[in-house]
């Protein structure tokens, strides 16, 4: 028989891994793991999610914060959680097949948003960056959407910029896609360079514009002496293909000599800004306009 005071500490022992969990802030996210699918479609069919959008810095004229443009990133505004980042959602949504569905809402919400917040007295166009995974670019169906996306968009002054993922392998058909997207007007990017599947023999075969430099090799970069061979590889190796890199996940003012001295040009990241909503955002391109 446990006596009173066993149970006394296994009780403790419970408090203390829950008020340890509460801590972590994953207390709400582990309970309701069960339903969070059930939520999931239901937020997909409500649209319950917010696009956040970073800006993207360059320094090629001197000016401290010259936006290039900004990044449209979708967090899941949760009922019950508030605000879920994609880290956290986007697993449960490509192990669901919901990812098309996502993307639609993505392109929808970021289409929106511009409408409502125009930049026609900027003389200037702008560019919106846009996650989209390569599987979206499978179906004609999608394709179909995306010419109307680029139309609506180039209407209010923005240029369509494609970040395509390599966490999914970029097949053929994929990349008669990209092809096809480059040709009528859509810039790309490759998101995450260097983290995923990317083959190097597809930086030859699609002439991406941008290449970005995944965040992870970023944070290895704690000063100025620091030397990182991978970084300053992909960036010689992405000049010499005459696509621009773009470094991700910039934090701190050493980062930065270190990347302007290896000759690095466009930045984003939270020593810049962190991603805004988007009336802040727009604000920011007027302001260093
Ligand atoms: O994979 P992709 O590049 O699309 O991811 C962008 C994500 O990185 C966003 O969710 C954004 O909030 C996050 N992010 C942007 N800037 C920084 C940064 O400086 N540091 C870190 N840790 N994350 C960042
Ligand atoms: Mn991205």
Redesign the pocket.
Same mark, same amino acid.
């Given at each position: 028989m446990l006596d009173d005071k066993v149970i006394l500490f296994l009780f403790l022992d419970v408090i203390l891994i829950f008020v340890a969990l509460i801590y972590m802030g994953k207390l709400s996210t582990l309970l309701l793991k069960p339903c969070l699918l059930i939520d999931l479609q239901q937020s997909i069919l409500d649209g319950n999610f917010i696009i *956040?959008y &970073?800006p993207i810095v360059s320094t090629t004229n001197g000016h401290k914060k010259n936006i290039y443009g900004l =990044?449209a990133?979708i967090r899941w505004n949760h009922p019950k959680i508030g605000l879920i *980042? +994609? /880290?956290e959602f986007i697993p449960l949504v490509e192990k669901n097949n919901l990812m098309d569905r996502l993307t639609d809402i993505l392109l929808q919400k970021t289409l929106n948003d511009l409408k409502n917040n125009d930049i026609f007295n900027l003389d200037k166009t702008q560019n919106i960056s846009i996650?989209i995974p390569p599987s979206y670019l499978l179906k004609s169906i999608n394709i179909k959407k995306l010419v109307l996306y680029r139309d609506n968009l180039i209407k209010l002054n923005w240029q369509p910029c494609i =970040?395509i993922?390599e966490r999914e392998k970029i097949s053929e058909q994929v990349i008669i896609s990209i092809h096809y997207l480059r040709k009528i007007g859509f810039k790309f990017s490759i /998101? /995450?360079f260097g983290s995923g599947c990317t083959a190097l023999y597809l930086l030859q075969e699609v002439p991406f514009d941008h290449l970005?430099i995944d965040?992870r090799f970023i944070e290895k970069v704690k000063n100025d002496n620091d030397v990182n061979h991978i970084i300053t590889t992909i960036i010689d190796l992405s000049k010499k293909l005459d696509i621009k890199p773009i470094v =991700? #996940?910039?934090?701190n003012r050493q980062q930065v000599e270190y990347l302007k001295g290896n000759g690095c040009e466009i930045y &984003? #990241?939270?020593?810049f800004y962190? +991603?805004l909503n988007i009336k802040t955002a727009i604000n920011e391109i007027i302001k260093n306009k």
């Open positions: *956040m &970073q =990044e990133l *980042m +994609p /880290d996650n =970040e993922t /998101d /995450d970005k965040k =991700e #996940g910039v934090e &984003q #990241g939270y020593y962190k +991603p």
